[in-house]
């Protein structure tokens, strides 16, 4: 029987330093609330400089930065050369252009075509050489080398940066080649931040007070059901703007941080918030020692999510924060603190929305700006640093606002599960409005050795030139371990401009890229069609149930130039409500995909509506294919996405290993993956893959030993209160 499926060693000096700089970030537990606590970032900033550690400038902003600030360690040094008096317009500047006509409907996709035989993987990407114009120069003294200088330049900010900009030419009629975009709906809040609601075809948004709301509430959260192709409102009265967010292990979202009392909304800096996929409510359910203003939440393995990074306060330089916090849903109300290592509050500006993996050791991946290590989270230990770019990208940020993004290629058995991180874009520390961007992709390969007990880098930061310049963006990996890079600006920076409002960044960047990981070095990149839609600050992209990518957001779409033609503004000038779909070329090989036809009913869970993958066990279905020749080739297993400010808390791709296959019958076993640190426990999407086609995904659960967090959601929604404050 078969349960049927619609296809749809630190020195005592460093010991001390670290109980002073503790000590004086306790005080923020007994002080007053964050409105009123800039005092006691002084006592943080002025303890913690006494030890050692450099919190950065005492301005909010970071265009409000001291000269002398020029002086500081190089953890200051972009913010410092921001208080540089900004750079005249190009010469040709052209004026804004009006907002042309609406654009007929895309065109139809094409009549489907036969699927070809996958083709066969290339041979494994040379090494980088020397003298390419597409590729940068791999140095083996990366590993040690320091970075201190601005970058390829002398710092001044009318340097071009990263060349000069030539736009990209893609036909936006041949979907089949370079994909297509569809305008799918109007939502109601602006999708700042941007999660996949586990087992569902919902999408949670959260956005900072923008008073510009098509249907003319003042909602700051809700969600889109992208099957009913509708969106909801959801009441909520504390600030959830530039908070961090992850999934529960039990497929809930988790929300931590988020901004000052502001435009009728609580304060939200410390908040902890769960939205129950089951009830759609949202509550705030606890409170963190300490305020976080662009702090990054990740599950671990154990169902405990560590809180990381942000300032105590809005904007640069306010305070960073160098303990973060572990939630545990065995006690949901209270939180763990640990001390963050002396050298990542050294040497980053703000610990602005680290970015971090959990590797198949356990043992944490965490990299900001351009400082990173590993480490394990929960004994606050850190196993190694990671090599630096300097040999291959020198000068190049990517923590705000310098804004790059980043992603973790797919995990993998045929190679033992060996994982990669890629790094997109970004800005020089010398940028400005007007800076070319970065078009640096910066590899690494992250090796366990079991002799030695550490992690090796191979030849560490690789790096080639991508066909745009990109700050800001996003990096999503599909179900076929490709990666498409998209939203952002090709100049600028993150961020509001100085006089309020205005974005920091022109000359949006409207092409995605695909990046094929498995391809030689140097002929990685295929430019996509574009939309006509500016995605900059505050755009946020999302994997859906069927493959494509949902595409939102932008809260500061107003004020900049263009050179490209056929921009769509938004029509309310600002904020940017529209929600669209990209849908990458192999999507619409329809013939080729593979679509699950039933899973084995062994493997349901009448409590969650879910069939329930167990690790290293058996798990058995059926697929069907239009073509009889065709078959499945890979399997994969996706976790939800959850994204914002160029960041994805949550993403990650795990193939599964095949362990039968009758083709005829079209009856496919594979195992669950091998241990929870590879894959930890939580909902994925499954994907079943002929070559680089993939078909319509289901919902399955690894089972973790992490307690639910229902009945405890229940007792707020018993109460009646949808919006429970502590």
Sequence with gaps: MSR??????????????????????????????????????????NNAAAHGFDLGATTEH?????????????????RSLLAKKSPPPPAAKPSPKPSPAPKPSPKPSPSPKPSPAPAPKPSPFPSATAGSTDIAPTNPANSTATDEGPGPADGNPNTPGDGKVGLPSVPDN????YGQWLLKAIGNVVAVHMLQVPGTEKFFFMERPSGRHPDGSTSIAGYYDYQTNKFKNIDYTDSVFCAGHTVTQDGHVLVVGGHIAKSGFGDGLKGVRVFS?????????????????????????????????????????????????????????????????????????????????????????MFCNRYGEIMDPMAAKVITGVPNWMAVAK???????????????????????????????????????????????????ITWDEASGNYTFGEGWTAERMPLARVMGDALVLPNGKVVVLNGAVKGLAGDNAAGGAAKANEPALWPVL???????????????????????????????????????CDRCDKFWWTSANISKSPTSFAEYRIEVYRPPMWFNVTAKPNIVSIDEDTWDDEDGVNVMQYGAPFALTYSMFYESDKVTSAVLVAPSSTTHSTNMNQRVVGLQILEHDIATRRLIVAGPPSINIAPPGWYMLFLLNGDVYGQSEWVRLPGDAPRLDSFLETFDVKGNKNHRL
């Design 4 to 45: 049927q499926y619609l296809c749809a060693p630190r020195s005592a000096v460093a010991l001390l330093a670290s109980a002073a700089v503790l000590c004086a970030v306790l005080l923020l537990a007994t002080g007053p609330a964050p409105a009123a606590a800039r005092g006691i970032a002084d006592v943080v900033r």
């Design 174 to 177: 041949d979907p089949d080649t």
């Design 515 to 553: 990046y094929d990981p498995d391809a030689p070095l140097g002929s990685r990149m295929t430019v996509l069609a574009r939309s006509n839609i500016p995605r900059m600050y505050h755009s946020t992209v999302s994997i859906t149930t069927d493959g494509s990518l949902l595409v939102a957001g």
């Design 395 to 445: 000068g190049v940020f990517t923590e705000y606002p310098f804004t790059g993004t980043s992603a973790m290629l797919t995990l993998k058995p045929e190679n033992n599960y060996t994982p990669e991180v890629v790094y997109f874009g970004g800005q020089f520390s010398y940028g400005w409005i007007n800076t070319t961007a970065s078009r640096n992709a910066l590899r690494i390969k």
């Design 62 to 78: 970071p265009e409000g930065a001291s000269a002398a600030a020029e002086d500081l360690p190089v953890g200051a040094f972009g």
């Design 277 to 365: 996929r089951k009830t759609l409510t949202f509550h705030r359910i606890a409170n963190m020692t300490f305020p976080r203003w662009y702090p990054t939440a990740t599950l671990l393995p154990s169902g405990m999510v560590t809180i990381m990074g942000g300032t105590i306060l809005p904007g640069a330089g306010t305070g960073k924060n160098p303990i973060y916090e572990i939630w545990d849903p065995s006690k949901p109300t209270q939180l763990m603190q640990r001390p963050q290592s002396p050298a990542m509050v050294a040497r980053t500006n703000d610990i602005y929305y680290p970015n971090t993996y959990v590797l198949p050791t356990g043992h944490l991946f």
